[in-house]
Antibody, heavy 121, light 112 residues
Framework: QVQLQESGPGLVRPSQTLSLSCTVS??????????WTWIRQRPGKGLEWIGN???????SYSPSLNSRLLISIDASKSLFSLNLRSVTAADTAIYYC?????????????WGPGALVSVSS | QSMLTQPPSVSGAPGQRVTISCTGS?????????VHWYQRLPGAAPKLLIY???ERPSGVPARFSGSKSGSSASLTITWLQAEDEADYFC????????????FGGGTKLTVL
């Protein structure tokens, strides 16, 4: 079955750009009616939807992160990526990638194991 | 602050039944959007537990059930087992602020 795996630096300096990739295996990123999604959990907080990307490159972003966010997809490499600019300590979180179903309703399945990213100097 | 409110923690003894609530508003659950639930075992990724309010994916035991009424939803676990100890999150869509997907703050279930 489809599996997702996040990858990227675990430490980012303040004001720099946080970059993560999510590799999709066990199935094609190009099949089905899915959006590819980033979700995070900051310390002591609940899960927070960051944004989605479609196969055609179309995106939806969280209003609170929209000005700093870029999510892209590379179907030839079976991966999608997150870039979050001008990070601060408040962006320290576990970042998850997930597949979002778009037929009838929207749920997330499966999820990657998560990548802990700390923002610190 | 999450747009969906869950109790921070619940507990129960093996064999008991527990219910986790998820309270939303007229812009999300109350607007008719479906609710989905996730289980995150210690050290693991979140896993889809209930979708479309009360449907179970293949492999999820029938001990887990969901319901929705008005602006709230709930997850019920019957015959509680030690391996059910985990974090549980509800999720839906919110039509405010140009629309976004929202989660509850999560509930830590402790099996006594």
């Amino acid at each position: 079955q489809v599996q997702l795996q996040e990858s990227g630096p675990g430490l980012v300096r303040p004001s720099q750009t946080l970059s993560l990739s999510c590799t999709v295996s066990g199935g094609s990123i190009s099949t089905g009616d899915y959006y590819w999604t980033w979700i995070r959990q900051r310390p002591g907080k609940g899960l927070e939807w960051i944004g989605n990307v479609r196969l055609d490159g179309g995106t939806s972003y969280s209003p609170s992160l929209n000005s700093r966010l870029l999510i892209s997809i590379d179907a030839s490499k079976s991966l999608f990526s997150l870039n979050l600019r001008s990070v601060t300590a408040a962006d320290t979180a576990i970042y998850y990638c997930a597949r979002m179903n778009t037929i009838s309703s929207n749920w997330f399945d499966p999820w990657g194991p998560g990548a802990l990213v700390s923002v610190s100097s | 602050q999450s747009m969906l409110t869950q109790p921070p923690s619940v507990s129960g003894a093996p064999g008991q039944r527990v219910t986790i609530s998820c309270t939303g508003s007229s812009s999300n659950i109350g607007a008719g959007y479906d609710v989905h639930w996730y289980q995150r075992l210690p050290g693991a990724a979140p896993k889809l537990l209930i979708y479309l309010n009360n449907e179970r994916p293949s492999g999820v035991p029938a001990r887990f059930s969901g319901s929705k009424s008005g602006s709230s939803a709930s997850l019920t676990i019957t015959w509680l087992q030690a391996e059910d100890e985990a974090d549980y999150f509800c999720q839906t869509y919110d039509r405010g602020l140009r629309g976004s997907w929202v989660f509850g703050g999560g509930t830590k279930l402790t099996v006594l």
